[in-house]
Every structure is written in C-alpha cells, then in structure tokens.
C-alpha cells in the first residue's frame, strides 16, 4: 500500500514545473489530486493522464490563483467531487524583475493576490474541511532568505510574506494535528527559470552545488513533508537551493 493512499491533496498551479512534479509525487505515493492551472488547458489534460496512470483520480481545475473567489470554489469543488481533503499545496506564483522604479502598480497587485492573499484564501477554505493529520504546504523561494541580484523586490517581499503567514498558522492550527510548513526552492530548472537562459551561469554562480536543482527535488521535500515523516515537523522553512542561502 502507497503511504498516501486514501488521501485528497490539492495542488495550485499543478499544470507545469514544480507544481506538476508535486501533483505527479503525491500521485505517486497514492493520492488522488486535485490541481487548479491559469490556462495551459493541454498540460492539464496531461497531467490528470499521469496521475490516473498511477491508478489515481485526478482532477483539473481551471482558476486563476489572483482571483480569490476561484482559489475558494476550487478547494470547495475538491472536496465535493473528491470526498475530503487532507494536503494542500499553495504552488501558484508569477514571477517578473525589474528594478523598483520600473515595477508597475499592476505586477504589485497581481503578485499580492497570487503569493499572499492566494495562499491565504485557499488555506482558510481548506482547514474548514481538514482534521487531525491535515498537512500544508507552501511554496516559497530563497529570495525571502536571501537576494543575491537587485531587481526582484516585490518577488521577495510577496514571499517572504508568505513565511510570515507559515509560522502563525503553524502555531494557529497546531492544537488541531494540522502542520504548516514553507519550501524555499532556489533556482530551479522550469520553463519560467530554465537553466540554459541568460542570466544561468549568474545564478549558478551563487549555488554551492553548483548547479540548479530540479521540480522533482522539490517535490521530494513535500511528500516528506505530507507523509509520515513530516507528522512532527511544522512552522519550518526548509531550504531546497543547493546551499544558496548556506
């Protein structure tokens, strides 16, 4: 028997990169999952394929992780036509640099209601259907440990918002047996970061190790983190950057 077997997860953002490594892992290991994606409606078709290969029910739901009325309806309808849920992954993020002086009022809005009031939103609408056991996993970044290169200033505070947001509900929920914990990827091979672009060696360059790390290195730390392993771990911030902030 997989060790997540029985259990519903809901992955945001789970069409492409380190969401789509998550829903595949957790699929893997014997969850049905449940995932919302913005529009790439072909790499969501995909995906429910893997995880219905993995003799699994999966479930695409399009919502757009900026608007909070979606983010709510998707938790809701994960429960409806899934039965319950147990893990919730928030995922969902955008990403765009430029120095501050340049940064519009739109790109600070969006990045908000993505990184910030997203996650938030999805986390109030899904402790209402969690119990005892219940696991959350937010996906953060290294810059809200460290920022190495200017020009990522609303990135970094929108998810170092986020580690905020992680420790107070770790402590919030914890009488309830729900964990809370942040992964902090750093540069990550995925279409929004891929590791032959311009500014790779740059980023390389910061990695101890040298290289960048891969969705599936992500992945790996949450289904930890939503499994038996992680079941006396929460309020954490855990890097996966290859000693980026070391």
Do not use: C
């Not at 709510?72 to 849920?85: F, I, Q």
């Amino acid at each position: 028997m997989s060790r997540l077997t029985g259990r519903v997860a809901l992955v945001t953002g789970g069409s492409r990169g380190i969401g789509a490594a998550v829903v595949r892992r957790l699929a893997e290991d014997g969850a049905h999952v449940a995932f919302t994606y913005r529009s790439a409606e072909d790499s969501a078709k995909a995906v429910v394929a893997e995880i219905e290969s993995y003799g699994r029910t999966g479930l695409a739901i399009q919502a757009d992780s900026a608007d909070g009325t979606a983010v709510v309806d998707a938790v809701e309808r994960t429960v409806a036509e899934l039965g319950r849920l147990d893990i919730l992954v928030n995922n969902a993020g955008v990403f765009a640099a430029g120095p501050i002086d340049k940064v519009s009022l739109d790109y600070l809005d969006l990045a908000i209601a993505v990184h910030v009031r997203g996650a938030f939103l999805a986390t109030q609408a899904a402790v209402r259907h969690m119990g005892d056991g219940g696991r959350i996993v937010n996906i953060g970044s290294s810059f809200a440990s460290r920022v190495p290169d200017p020009g990522v200033s609303v990135y970094a505070m929108t998810k170092t918002a986020v580690n905020g947001l992680t420790r107070a509900l770790a402590r919030e929920l914890g009488p309830r047996g729900i964990t809370v914990n942040l992964v902090l990827p750093g540069s990550t091979d995925t279409d929004m970061n891929p590791s032959d672009s311009a500014t790779s060696d740059k980023q390389r360059s910061h990695i101890a190790l040298g290289r960048y790390g891969t969705p599936a290195d992500v992945a790996a730390m949450v289904s930890h983190l939503v499994g038996e392993g992680g079941q006396h771990i929460t309020g954490a911030s855990i890097a996966i950057d290859g000693g980026t902030t070391a």
